[in-house]
């Protein structure tokens, strides 16, 4: 049985602190040993560059040897999380008196799944996507990623061509300058969908022939720039700009019901906008937290002024704590956005993304592509819920951690003020039992959240 | 006028984490040779650590840094429970490259500053390291009726969190999804993200439990 180390740690604590009269206390009296570093050496790697670790040090050549020092630069180096292994050793250098202090390195993996996307729905069939994150591109700790997701032509259309979307981003998130420390990212995409325009979300004209309901056909070729800087450790500031090239084509119903199409202008335009976020993430571990919390506070300004053809402005905060609520293993998450403004549909709000399932039509949306028959975008958002976290094992191999989560969420969007409740799920509560994974190639999620949210 | 304070006593800072990393990685208890005795009003405890130090660890201990081995001791209840007493105890072990000697500092409640010992080799390290006498367990109150065993947690390198924290950043890269609300999800496996993942260091540790005693035991010893 382990033991009830709170309770011994009570005790130890209240313990004597002062040796007791006659008890032997002999102060060490031999001066520490003063080497000095005569070369820090780095072995053991092989992807990564040895700059990018020795700028991460915290010892260098000509100093006196300091345990401490050495101690937090390996640290430094393990939560870098490129190693699974750090050891350090000091070992005799040219003459008495000097010492070589050694970093031996073991690489860990850094490529890792960020995207797996496979569904089914009535008007699509079957789609999929998978997506690929390297953490430490060149060995320098770049992040760069892409991700795909392919649904092909509708059913019943085709000779429609392929509703697809892809996407890359390149971050830097610490390079080096002389007084600030920067971040900069840029992502691309482009992406070919389609929203089924029916003037209900199930498109019941259409039953059984979703291929002849009315649709918007659009695509996006665009991208986003940015630059910031950290004000902390564990904060991010940043500031870029977004250039999208738009087109859409309305592409009329077989039948009577033509429904309004979500917002976007018709045939080409263009989006630019500024952007900025702020992000904090004081969490000490990003699979399973126990403490500190992760919240995001984005803004986009669209405006003519900056060349496009869209006037906008769109506003969403999102936190997330530990699972430390109430000294309980609960964490708290919640989201809350405006939009104002003529913002395209894909800027508003798709009450399915939020939701752990719908009851209804809409689904979440796979990379922003929506597959669903539901097609309403809302201009505010606010969602609140509480996951119940059941720790299940901690071990060495492919499996390294699994929890058992149990989640609520309530999910509430409108059109606008006094639009009341956009009723895209029939209970504005979903729930989660979802088994999560920790492995050597990324988390996973088995949720039945999400099988509820295809078979509801 | 600047009073002089006592050196804050490692084994304390260590202990600390030992417990906050309580949830490591470790196998079942294993057995321990120990004698728990009062003296002086007080309990202490004697114990065997024959399979702590095998002889692989002399790569570790012989790094040339130092190395620190936390030892929390405990009389619990055989079925478990509160403890009715514990005491913790750090050893400090420094390889000197050119002298090559070991140097170990012990600090406890009764030496907080430290006893200092200097071995001429590995083997002799190892059989000081293995035999710890006299761990002071507190005061030797009323022992609780009934079967107890003395359990000692060891840890090796135990990271406090306070350096946790102070080489913690935050570097982890973007969600690759791009805004949020446009995430993507599925049955089969979600968002990837990884980095400040705790270091390993630190998660792992060894638990020794005795054959039980009674009370009476150790007040007769």
């Given at each position: 049985m382990p033991l009830p180390w709170k309770a011994v740690l009570a005790l130890v604590l209240a313990g004597p602190w002062t040796p007791a009269a006659g008890e032997d206390d002999p102060t060490p009296r031999e001066a520490p040993r003063r080497y000095v570093i005569e070369r820090v050496e780095v072995v053991g790697l092989e992807t990564t560059r040895e700059e990018e670790v020795r700028r991460r040090l915290l010892v260098s050549a000509g100093?006196?040897?300091n345990d401490e020092q050495v101690l937090l630069s390996r640290l430094r180096l393990l939560q870098l999380g490129w190693f699974s292994g750090v050891t350090t050793r000091v070992e005799r250098g040219s003459e008495r008196g000097r010492v070589v202090v050694v970093f031996d390195l073991t690489e860990r993996n850094t490529l890792l799944v960020s995207d797996l996307v496979l569904g089914w729905t009535p008007p699509q069939g079957l789609y999929g996507g998978f997506g690929l994150a390297q953490q430490n591109f060149l060995g320098r700790g770049l992040g760069l990623s892409g991700a795909f997701v392919y649904g092909g032509s509708r059913l019943d259309r085709p000779q429609d061509p392929s509703l697809f979307g892809v996407r890359g981003s390149f971050f830097a998130p610490d390079l080096p300058a002389r007084r600030q420390r920067l971040v900069a990212g840029a992502t691309a995409l482009f992406l070919r969908g389609e929203e089924l325009t029916c003037s209900d979300p199930d498109c019941d004209a259409y039953a059984g022939a979703l291929g002849g309901a009315p649709r918007l056909r659009y695509e996006r070729l665009g991208g986003e720039a940015v630059l910031g800087f950290r004000p902390g450790a564990f904060e991010r500031l940043t500031g870029g700009f977004r250039l999208e090239a738009l087109s859409a084509e309305i592409v009329p119903g077989s039948g009577t019901d033509q429904g309004p199409a979500p917002a976007i202008l018709p045939g080409e335009s263009l989006l630019t906008a500024l952007t900025g976020s702020y992000e904090i993430d004081t969490r000490d571990?990003?699979?399973?937290?126990?403490a500190g919390v992760r919240a995001t506070a984005q803004i986009t300004f669209a405006s003519p002024f900056l060349g496009g053809d869209y006037d906008y402005s769109r506003y969403l905060v999102q936190f997330e704590s530990a699972f430390a609520i109430f000294k309980k293993r609960l964490r708290l998450q919640a989201a809350v956005g405006a939009v104002q403004g003529d913002a395209p549909f894909f800027d508003r709000f798709y009450a399915a993304d939020f939701a752990y399932f719908s009851i209804g039509p809409a689904l979440w949306r796979s990379m922003e592509l929506n597959f669903s028959t539901d097609s309403r975008y809302d201009t505010a958002v606010a969602m609140a819920g509480l996951e119940y976290a059941v720790p299940l094992w901690t071990r060495r191999?492919?499996?390294r951690r699994g929890y058992l989560a149990l989640g609520l969420r309530g999910v509430y969007t409108t059109t606008g003020p006094g639009a009341g409740r956009t009723d895209a799920s029939a209970w504005p509560v979903s729930g989660e039992v979802a088994l999560r994974l920790d492995t050597p190639v990324g988390f996973f999620n088995l949720s039945t959240g999400a099988l509820v949210d295809f078979l509801l | 006028m600047t009073a002089d304070r006592p050196p804050a006593p490692s084994w304390r800072s260590a202990l600390a984490l030992t417990l906050a990393l309580g949830a490591g990685v470790a196998g079942a208890a294993e057995p321990l040779q120990a004698s728990v005795s009062e003296r002086a009003g007080r309990l202490v405890a004697t114990f065997d650590l024959p399979t702590a130090f095998p002889a692989e660890i002399e790569r570790q201990l012989g790094n040339g840094l130092t190395n620190v081995v936390a030892l929390v001791a405990s009389v619990v209840p055989e079925r478990g429970g509160s403890p009715a007493a514990a005491g913790a105890r750090t050893l400090e072990i420094l390889f000197d490259v050119w002298e090559e000697t070991y140097a170990v500092t012990v600090r406890d409640a009764r030496t907080p500053r430290g006893r200092r010992a200097v071995l001429p080799d590995f083997a002799a390290l190892r059989t000081f390291l293995s035999t710890q006498r006299d761990l002071d367990l507190g005061p030797a109150g009323e022992l609780p009726p009934g079967p107890l065993v003395l359990e000692v947690r060891l840890d090796l390198n135990p990271v406090s969190r306070e350096d946790l924290e102070r080489t913690r950043e935050f570097i982890a890269n973007p969600a690759s999804s791009g805004r949020p609300g446009g995430g993507s999800r599925s049955v089969l496996a979600a968002m990837a993200s990884i980095l400040l993942r705790e270091p390993e260091e630190g998660e792992e540790f060894r638990l020794y439990r005795s054959s039980p005693f009674a009370a009476a035991d150790a007040r007769g010893r």
């Open positions: 100093e006196v040897l571990d990003s699979f399973f937290p126990r191999g492919f499996l | -």
